[in-house]
């Protein structure tokens, strides 16, 4: 099988030993994305919603240079540091996904890295 690494400068670099994503056949897994900005790397946004939306943005980047997009993702899980913010990240997410609804699990953690209140990965198929 042909494993392809994807790394993009529109999405943050991994601040770890993984990439950013894989690409396995057809079939495309993202790892988690938290609100880092792609050139500061400095975390943005305040509040969970600004924070989901640098996620879906960095997400949906790290999707179009796999050769996807959000309208082929199958699965996605949602990392929460409080569950209370279920509504907020829903409403950010569901921008991204209108018609077509991935498979997903949400999950309370103890916490995230660099603090982050939110992190989303996904699996997704190509063309």
Do not use: W
């Amino acid at each position: 099988m042909n494993l392809r690494t994807i790394q993009t400068a529109s999405a943050p670099a991994a601040i770890g030993p993984y990439s950013q994503a894989i690409v396995a056949g057809n079939t495309v897994y993202c790892s988690g994305q938290i609100a880092l900005d792609p050139q500061s790397g400095a975390l943005v946004g305040d509040t969970v919603g600004k924070q989901a939306e640098q996620v879906m943005k960095n997400l949906g980047a790290v999707l179009a240079a796999s050769g996807s997009g959000f309208d082929r993702v199958v699965r996605t899980t949602i990392f929460l540091v409080s569950m209370n913010d279920f509504a907020a990240v829903n409403e950010v997410y569901g921008k991204s996904f209108t018609a077509h609804k991935p498979a997903r699990a949400t999950v309370a953690v103890k916490e995230l890295p660099k603090g982050a209140l939110v992190e989303i990965d996904c699996v997704a198929v190509t063309g």
